[in-house]
């Protein structure tokens, strides 16, 4: 007895031990849906200390023969929780800006992203600071040095594309072109499953760390593939034998949708799945039981809508298996923020967070 007694630390020491790692999410949406009091609670529920927050997309214009902004946040006030503790703004940029555009527009795109980026940056945190006004404050005095305390905040942006090796030399040169006009930023870009494989074929990007995303990692209008959103079966055959040469975090699904299927063929993704459920014109096999018009769209008999949303059986035990192969992560995220995709998977939430 005395001798296990003695042992006892060091098996414990052997257990796993949490790592102190940022719990973050991914704050993708533009609607202005958001209560701000329900984020709030949910943010200290969850422990909550890092967000991801889509500013805008950039795509091609066919009209303009040049790249332009799609969608912006600009209803500052329904992120305020989001921006109260460390935050990173993403653009997205469609593959299609770089397959298009010419070489020599590098630098240009890359100094319209950063001069919307910071125009967008300093509404938001303007919109903070006004937040710690208090009567009687001088707030033309008091308001600038708020601000410049929460510099701090965002001291990273985050660029989401799916290059491929046709487009690797011109975003690269973008990337490139981007961390010369932000100097004082840590960048970071969202590496898919693929590249991170076969990284040798698709480069590595010229930033600070990567994302890697663990979800959307099969074709999604293949009628065998099983899951387009989540597989562990396939986030498993990328992960195996890899070693990535960039510090990377990792992000983990809490959504998803329904692969609409006619036949052979792809019509497209149904969001609101869960609607077509609950008028029961799904039968048990995923097919249409008969013709039926929702929402626009209109359904035969037959159709196939496959649902794709994370298994909660197996999620949990495909984030251990791809933290341990990323083990000098700094941040583990969900994608995305909201409540109701919070609520289906908050046990699993709750458990990756207290151990990692």
Sequence with gaps: MRYLILLLPILLGCAHQPKQGSHAFYY????????PSTDTGLIRKLHVD??????FDVDWSEALGMPVPKGARYYFSDITPMVNG???????????TFETM???????????ITAKINDMTAGFEEHAAGQAYKVGMNWLEEKPKIIARREGLHKEVQIDCDWTPA???KYFHFLRAFKALNKEKELSA???LYPYKYYRKMGIPPIDRGMLMCYNMDRIDKLATANSVFDKKVLTSYLVGTHYPLPLDVSFPIFGWYAWFRGNQFRGIVHDGDEVTKVGILNSKSLISRDTTLDGRFFREGDLLRREYPDSNTLKSAIDLAMRKVPAYRHVTFYHWD???IAAYEDIIQETFADY
Aim: charged share 25%; proline share 4%.
């Design 190 to 192: 969202t590496i898919r």
């Design 167 to 169: 487009t690797k030399d």
């Design 28 to 35: 993708w949406k533009f609607d202005n849906e958001s209560d």
């Design 86 to 96: 460390t935050y990173c703004p993403v653009v997205f940029i469609t593959n299609r």
């Design 102 to 112: 010419g070489e020599d527009s590098c630098e240009w795109l890359a100094g319209k």
């Design 50 to 55: 890092h967000f991801y927050i889509h500013y």
């Design 339 to 341: 409540p109701n995709s």
